[in-house]
């Protein structure tokens, strides 16, 4: 087991920045956290053993019922890029076009998406000391080259504010260019509806698909935010759009909840995100219809994905498949294809 | 509610991306200058109570996403606005060369009446500049906006570009030009003028609105 996994110990003398770049916020509580890290560790050395038995067996990663449940409980650091890259298609994509990425960045230029990928270079993971531009070696050239190959390969998509995110989180993980570049097309091309292209219409379709949803379920939080006249993209489209990054505890040492979330992405799809959305409202129902006006409202919004409750990525994990009810993906289908056309009628 | 006020107008910072519409809402709200930042998502927003000419305003400001497409999904946020800071940056030539789509926008989608003022955004960066304080001021003119260039980063006329923007909206309501109680005028009465108006005509009073838009 790598050593980032094993220490999540109050920072030895001081350390503020974890493994992988990322600064511990400031205010952060070890001893709070004390009893769910210590808990939490135990789970990762034991999932680890599993994975390593699994891994090693000939099965190796057909996506099994077996593979589902194991991905569900955490897949390992040092295995998380192979079985991303094995369950979403990544690899063998790669594997059936040898040197393409490279040959991307050798091809023909595209200025316009240079400039609007340079404009949020230095907005990327401000906080994480290894996206700076002093930083050696920096990730920003990584970056800039895996959103520039990705927005040639796919032109009509291009680079839209958030794949940033995605990419950025992506590089940190693989520590490659070019598994990042792949595991980015699968989530882009295959796992998420459009929500990058110019139009927006999944990520529009989505949003209302979630609404629906909250009607159904949380019928109280859905009437607060129709009576005052909030649209749910003012409170949801960010995570959506990052895939909680930057919006969950994204710390890949310790606090690993996006990691967790994104093992069940790639191998589930996007029925998870939906999943994460209406648990975390769920969870705070109370807290939520509390909120007296908008101001307020985007405010609870924003401090339900902070705290406890998603830090302790382990039993919230485990919420996520059982707190929010049955979620079909032939409901989500249906509520696609209606959300979709009531769009379409309105412009 | 702790806060009392007069007045509750509605703002939008629009712009192209990257133009320091973040930066602009940062220093106002905060004085400072955000070195850090994330870029927008969607939308966001912020609020400061500010004293205009005697009177308590409360700006309730949404900041926008800049990039083309993400306009699609803010144009909702439009509705109701009273007021806008148009926001380009001084060296970047092609951030100008968009503000006649960003002012169409507002004014379509908001209100014809939207007070709007334009920022050249950057002013530090004088060395850099693309864009001369003289053509944009023309602009201006030939748009009937106000226009200041502003500095997220030393703070200059970041306070004066808000103020100013409040100052018209009052003065119109002054003079009659704006209406606050007409529906979509981004414009609410806060609980001091509650109060004022309810004594003088209390069977009549305004229902008290939650502090939404
Ligand atoms: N030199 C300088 N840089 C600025 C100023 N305002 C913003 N910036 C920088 O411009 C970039 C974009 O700013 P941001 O507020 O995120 O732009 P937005 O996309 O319009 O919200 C950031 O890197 C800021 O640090 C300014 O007044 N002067
Ligand atoms: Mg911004």
Redesign the interface.
Known sequence: MRRAERSPAPPACGLRVDPYGFERPEDFDYAAYDEFLSAYLAVLTRRALKWSRLLQGDSGLRRTATVKRYIRKGVPLEHRARVWLAVSGAQAQMEQNPGYYQRLLRGERNPELE??IR??L???F??NVRFRKMAQPCLQKALSDVLLAYGLHNPGVGY???MNFIAGYLILITKSEEESFWLLDALIGRILPDY?????LG??TDQEVLAELVRVKLPAVAALLDG??V?W??VV??WF??LFV?ILPVEISVLQTVLRIWDCLFNEGSKIIFRVALTLIKQHEAFILEA?????I?DKFRQITRGSFVVECHTFMQKIFSHPGSLSMTTITRLRESCRAALLAQR | MAETYDFLFKFLVIGSAGTGKSCLLHQFIENKFKQDSNHTIGVEFGSRVVNVGGKTVKLQIWDTAGQERFRSVTRSYYRGAAGALLVYDITSRETYNSLAAWLTDARTLASPNIVVILCGNKKDLDPEREVTFLEASRFAQENELMFLETSALTGENVEEAFLKCARTILNKIDSGELDPERMGSGIQYGDASLRQLRQPRSAQAVAPQPCGC
Do not use: F, N, W
């Not at chain 1, 007296?292 to 307020?296: A, F, K, L, Q, R």
């Open positions: 400039e609007a404009t949020d230095s907005r990327t401000p906080d839209c504010q958030g990058y292209g110019p139009a927006m990520l529009k005052h006249g649209l993209t003012l489209s960010r759009i990052c930057d007296t006006g908008v101001p307020d985007c």
